[in-house]
């Protein structure tokens, strides 16, 4: 069996970092937790452990190499039985590579840099596929030679031959491709089973798409989410928003959307339930002081969450030229790191299309994330005069997830509920 | 519905006790804080609590791996006769002077007990800690998108002022380096390099920027920086 050793998600805006070090060369036997490599981001320096024991069987990058979170590093052969073969494999070809070895005493470095740096040195020519991808091309019958590759270097990937084996295959063999595609499949995904079937479209995972998905299920495993839902009176709102918006934008150059009016109802209310604006950090809660809003927008390259921070601080006006500011930069992809770092409550909106209400996952390690729905007139019952009515009114639903483990039902609805009030009041300063 | 009835785990709204531990160990040759570091991430990673190191080091020119001759603007001979020593290390980055009157901080904390490993925001936190430590003693320092550090703002047009340099390493998740905080150091020494390879950065110091002098200023920029660091990396509770 072989494991492949990748690059660890090391944090919310780190994607990438550089190969500064290997520790070991092909043919070394290593054990659990053995540093192997050393990749720098930014100015930290993070020595990767190894995932397991045995021998290093391949090295797929290359010192100074830029790999992305998840890029395959090397690839530890667990059955030691294969050692003596493959170093001795590793030792031949270096040999064959002739200009680099000059010292005896480095030998080790020698072989890591003729496997290695080879690639880079020289001819467009791609390297050979990995072990694995060729295991797999076997596996379903497809010639490597026909494969893209995306690796470093264009080296064909297992997940290269993956996605070959998904793309429709010829009529002519198509029972051939179903009956062979299996070891490929199990592979990949041993314990779900999932079936990749002929016509299939086979999605690698981008960066960003699996930092949210780790984050998704680390939420959902570390939080018990409880959803509540609050139904508001827009209409107070929807009126002030009307009154002022031409002036408001003259005076501050951004567009008066509801939003801010919602933010701002958000930041009082949860000056007065501080529960609220917390984490859970081991078995403590921490209150924090500062109000960062997480305004979740999505682009085109998937979902960023941008912090407004100190929200506490801004005018609608502020508010409203922040955000604007940030979803602007999310879409163009000029955000940094900071500003999505920092947030201690998050705010979802998914626009005119985000229907009812839904309830969205808590954003770690934040206890609260409120979703917004959609705005619709609806005729609703108001006493005037101590006489019912049936009046035409803006309503919408905003819908909090919060985390048990920090919050219980009662202030969580007593947030909500002020949330509620603050905008059917629609008491703000414009 | 609210599950609030179901809340019958009791979850205690504690103030937690700070759980970082601050040692100030003094004077330390830099392969000594090389070992001590060493032996606190073995502490930490069999379960010790996380802890900061402040000390100070002798004259020494510290050569990253990506350090080049072209940042060091005196020979080796020429800096050993002046009493200060030049030493390699396995660090990505690149030159960085420390000497006395400047204060550096050694981290040793388990980023995983923090959640989610994020190295970006133990960077961020490292640079707030300082921020929030020079504060007070009336300095506004500021951390600049894009260069690690903490630095003086200073007139529009005129470069920053670098007041600390940050670097960290990560092994087996638990970080180790950390800051040097040019406290009241002689500035003139950093003239034989070009700091962290920014050649347009000047190098200051708390007592440049008139925080203060002598030793007993000395100790309480130790205080400073406990605290702070206390309250940014010491919230978290340990298994008990």
Sequence with gaps: ?430 | MSASASANVPLRRVSVAPRLRVEWLGEVVYAKGLVLQHEAIEAVRSGGEDRLLLLEHPPVITLGRSSSAAHLLESEESLNARGIEVVSVPRGGDVTYHGRGQLVGYLIVNLRARGPVDVHRHLRDLEAALIDATATFGIASRAVAGRTGVFIETEPGSPDRKLASIGVGVRHWISHHGFALNVDIDLCEFDAIVPCGLADIEMTSLAREGAGSGPEFAAAVRDGVTNAFRARFGTVASRS
Excluded: C
Aim: charge should be neutral; hydrophobic fraction near 45%.
């Design chain 1, 1 to 430: 069996m072989s494991i492949s050793i990748r690059v660890p998600s090391l944090g919310e805006s780190v994607v990438e970092g550089t190969v500064a070090r290997w520790l070991v060369a092909e043919g070394d036997s290593v054990t659990l937790d053995q540093i192997i490599v050393e990749l720098t981001t930014d100015k930290v320096d993070v020595e990767i452990p190894s995932p397991g024991a045995g021998v290093i069987q391949k090295i797929l990058v290359a010192v100074d190499d830029v790999v992305e979170v998840g890029a395959e590093l090397a690839i530890i052969d667990e059955s030691g039985a294969a050692a003596g073969v493959a170093k001795a494999a590793v030792f031949a070809s270096a040999a064959s590579a002739a200009s680099v070895a000059s010292s005896p005493s480095a030998s080790r470095a020698v072989t890591s840099k003729g496997t290695t740096s080879s690639p880079r040195t020289s001819d467009p020519v791609p390297p050979p596929p990995t072990p694995l991808a060729q295991r797999a091309a076997s596996a379903a019958n497809i010639d490597t030679a026909q494969v893209s590759g995306t690796g470093a270097h264009g080296r064909v990937t297992q997940r290269d031959v993956i996605a070959q084996t998904a793309v429709p295959a010829p009529a002519a063999a198509p029972s051939q491709a179903a009956a062979s595609r299996t070891p490929v499949r199990r592979a990949q995904a041993p314990a779900m089973g999932a079936a990749i079937e002929e016509g299939d479209r086979v999605i690698p995972m981008s960066r960003l798409r699996k930092l949210v998905a780790d984050h998704m299920v680390y939420s959902k495993r570390t939080s018990p989410h409880v959803g509540t839902v609050a139904e508001i009176d827009m209409s107070a709102v929807a009126d002030l928003r009307r009154a002022n918006k031409a002036r408001f934008e003259e005076l501050h150059g951004v567009s008066l959307t509801f939003l801010p009016f919602i933010v701002h109802a958000v930041v009082r209310a949860l000056r007065e339930n501080p529960a609220l604006n917390a984490s859970v950090v081991e078995d403590a809660i921490v209150e924090k002081r500062a109000i960062n809003i997480g305004i979740a927008v999505e682009t085109e390259k998937g979902l960023m969450v941008p912090v407004v921070r100190d929200v506490d601080r801004l005018s609608l006006a502020g508010l409203a030229s922040a955000r604007e500011d940030l979803s602007a930069r999310a879409r163009n992809k000029k955000l940094s790191a900071d500003d999505l770092r920092g947030g201690t409550f998050t705010i979802t909106n998914p626009g005119r299309k985000g229907n009812l209400y839904g309830f969205a996952i808590i954003n770690q390690p934040q206890v609260g994330i409120l979703r917004v729905g959609e705005m619709v007139k609806r005729p609703v019952v108001r006493t005037f005069g101590g006489e019912d009515a049936i009046v035409i009114r803006q309503m919408m639903h905003l819908a909090l997830s919060y985390d048990h483990r920090a919050v219980d039902g009662a202030p969580a609805n007593s947030f909500l509920y002020r949330v509620r009030e603050l905008l059917e009041s629609a008491e703000f300063d414009l």
